[in-house]
């Protein structure tokens, strides 16, 4: 279920803080994941970019390159244990020279931090409170 949810860009909006917007999603040609475009806000400017899935093992792992606006790799990694699964987020990524001409580095990996913290936060309230039907 975690997989599931994570996997479809189409849910991001409703967990990460920072996306404004997620259009137009695709399938991956491999049918492996989505590739889709984002508008993002990092420490108050707004980036827009495209994102593709670059690694896709059906609910174990799941990483996503994004380009032009911000570059970054967004890895995602899903351990079942029980009745629960336990996620693991890497986000590697440049700082965007436009941002460091006005706001420190550990300004922008701070707020960056604390956002991932909320993403994660958001998505395990959100799946809890997901009704189960049976």
């Not at 991001?12 to 590739?35: A, H, Q, R, T, Y």
Request: aromatic share 12%.
């Amino acid at each position: 279920m975690v997989f599931s949810f994570v996997v479809d860009p189409r849910n991001l909006p409703e967990i990460w803080p920072n996306i404004v917007e997620v259009k137009n999603v695709k399938k991956s040609k491999n049918n492996e994941g989505f590739n889709f475009n984002w508008v993002y806000k990092m420490t108050g400017e707004q980036f827009e970019g495209n994102c593709e899935t670059i690694e896709y093992r059906l609910y174990d792992r799941l990483a996503i390159k994004t380009s032009n606006g911000l570059n970054s790799t967004i890895t995602w990694s899903f351990r079942p244990t029980n009745q629960e699964t336990q996620v693991t987020l890497q986000f590697e990524y440049q700082i965007p020279a436009s941002l460091l001409k006005r706001t420190k580095e550990e300004v922008v990996t701070h707020e960056t931090e604390h956002e991932l913290d909320a993403m994660l936060q958001n998505l395990k309230t959100r799946l809890e409170l997901q009704p189960v039907y049976v």
